[in-house]
């Protein structure tokens, strides 16, 4: 897997409200969110996490993680996590009659139900990307570092040739069995003839995607000469005018300008919908607490970023979670508008990396091997940052008060 970077304008949840909601008084203290059950599912496992208001302080009073067992359904494994959770607790935690967290009691004295159910899910590999490009050293670099920037991965990748077989590339695909098929090339004032040669390529494309089984056939993204992209989603129409074309902006629209945002969101996009159809992700995503909603773990992590360096008033921070599938770096801060993002291979530590400040945050066991550390960081040992930080769509002071008392140490 590539390295790749990404600017996010906008946090996930409101920061210039995010602290101004304190409370005043033990009214208003009552008022807020008294159980909330934070939940999460990765590739390798589920997680699930009780916190409960402590002498005015919301606590993390208990978490488990257990090994995702097979190919089990999803929302099978989330509730058995939060059943043994409960067991281990003392207390009831998963309603086995409604089949969902325990939110309803008819005695909610001896039996207090959780009031609010967050979660964050990354259940599933990378998004699989067929890269066909004009060229490989110029829109070629360019969009592997949008596609490297995203929860994608290249899996096969081709260039433009006079002498381009459908066959071969139709086998290509085959084989790959990608989920995207990403198209790039050409800047935006490209002459006739560099034009001419996308339209090429894309014919060619357009004919090995329609040799493939429908259901064996890739999402197309467009992000190349924008000037043409009516013309390319029409070559793709006349083979099939069902087949969707999305565009975006040109990765490479001038020389020496690269524009990864644009293609890596709507590769998160993907993901996100691929991760949709997961057998037991409806019923997962209804146990969620409005106006929170379901997300990314990774997500989960860069808005929990955002909102530490805002409750710290901190310049930058450099901040690393280690995930089962990738290491995702997050440079966040007051000084900066918005996000960079950087997927990398577990357990590496790419040459972009030292244009970064030094890593002061890490969710989950310190690389000493990659990164010394060093005398002041912050550290989640047991990498339970990603899903605290989905109880602050819902209860954002209590999401930081956790973080505070008993995620992140100070060392």
Not at 193 to 207: G, I
């Amino acid at each position: 897997m590539a390295v790749g970077a990404v600017d996010l304008d906008k946090p996930g949840f409101l920061m210039t409200t995010f602290f101004s909601s304190q409370p005043d008084s033990s009214a208003e203290l009552a008022s807020q969110p008294q159980r909330i059950l934070a939940l999460s599912a990765e590739i390798n496992g589920s997680r699930a996490c009780l916190i409960e208001p402590v002498d005015g302080v919301h606590r993390l009073v208990g978490w488990l993680s257990l090994s995702r067992a097979g190919d089990g359904m999803l929302s099978l494994q989330i509730a058995e996590t939060v059943r043994r959770l409960g067991q281990r607790l003392g207390c009831a935690l998963w309603d086995e009659e409604l089949n969902m967290p325990f939110m309803r009691s008819i005695n909610p004295v001896r039996f207090p139900p959780v009031q609010l159910v967050s979660t964050s899910l990354s259940p599933r590999g990378p998004v699989r990307v067929f890269l066909a490009s004009l060229t490989g050293e110029l829109s070629g670099a360019a969009v592997r570092t949008a596609v490297a920037a995203s929860a994608a991965t290249v899996v096969a990748e081709t260039h433009y040739d006079i002498a381009l077989d459908t066959g071969q590339l139709a086998t290509m695909m085959g084989n790959s069995q990608p989920d995207v098929l990403v198209i790039s090339g050409g800047y935006d004032r490209s002459g006739v003839v560099a034009r001419d040669a996308m339209l090429t390529y894309c014919r060619a494309l357009a004919q090995a995607v329609m040799r493939l089984s429908r259901p064996a056939r890739p999402l197309i993204l467009y992000a190349g000469c924008s000037p043409i992209a009516e013309q390319v989603t029409a070559i793709f129409r006349m083979q099939d005018p069902t087949i969707v074309v999305d565009t975006v902006e040109n990765v490479l629209p001038e020389p020496g300008v690269v524009r990864r945002a644009p293609l890596a969101r709507l590769l998160n996009f993907q993901y996100w919908r691929l991760t949709q159809r997961i057998i037991g992700f409806k019923e997962i995503s209804r146990w969620v607490t409005t106006p929170g909603e379901a997300v990314p773990v990774e997500t989960a992590f860069v808005q929990m970023m955002q909102a530490w360096a805002f409750h710290r008033d901190l310049p930058w921070v450099h901040g690393l979670y280690c995930g089962p599938v990738w290491w995702v770096h997050v440079w966040t801060g007051m000084a900066r508008n918005g996000a960079q993002v950087l997927y990398t291979e577990p357990y590496s530590r790419p040459a972009a990396l030292d244009r970064w400040p030094p890593l002061s945050l890490v969710s989950g066991q310190w690389p000493h091997e990659q990164w010394q550390k060093p005398p002041r960081v912050w550290w989640d040992a047991r990498a339970l940052a990603p899903t605290i930080a989905t109880a602050g769509h819902v209860a954002p002071k209590a999401m930081m008060d956790v973080l505070e008392q008993d995620v992140f140490v100070w060392e």
